[in-house]
């Protein structure tokens, strides 16, 4: 098992960049693809980035693409998603997500394991 904690949520203007960590416990962190999706009020969960286990790959939600950037470190147990010129829509809360085999997908039902979440907020 693993679990989850994400950081470095916060305030931001429009234009603004923020980096998101998800740091993980247990030794087998680098078995897991990882995944980032939000969840803005009212709205459902959506999928935002994912990544395999080696960070050799990676996919982005067509909203995000350009702007986003999701990348892992294993030796610190790491996930990250740097997210540059951000804009109002982006507001939402920000999950990571955890998927046993080191694969990658967009559905949230492929990852079994779920950070608390953290607020982004982008005023405008």
């Known amino acids: 098992q693993v679990q989850l904690v994400e950081s470095g949520g916060g305030l931001v203007q429009a234009g603004g960049s923020l980096r998101l960590s998800c740091a993980a416990s247990g030794r087998t962190f680098s078995s897991y693809g990882m995944g980032w999706f939000r969840q803005a009020p009212g709205k459902e969960r959506e999928f935002v980035a994912a990544?395999?286990?080696?960070?050799?790959?990676?996919y982005y939600a067509d909203s995000v693409k350009g702007r986003f950037t999701i990348s892992r470190d294993n030796a610190k147990n790491t996930a990250y998603l740097q997210m540059n010129s951000l804009k109002p829509e982006d507001t939402a809360v920000y999950y990571c997500?955890?998927?046993?085999?080191?694969?990658?997908?967009?559905?949230?039902?492929?990852?079994?394991?779920w950070g608390q979440g953290t607020q982004v907020t982008v005023s405008s």
């Open positions: 990544i395999n286990w080696s960070g050799g790959r990676t």
């Open positions: 997500a955890a998927a046993s085999g080191g694969g990658y997908a967009t559905g949230a039902h492929f990852y079994g394991y």
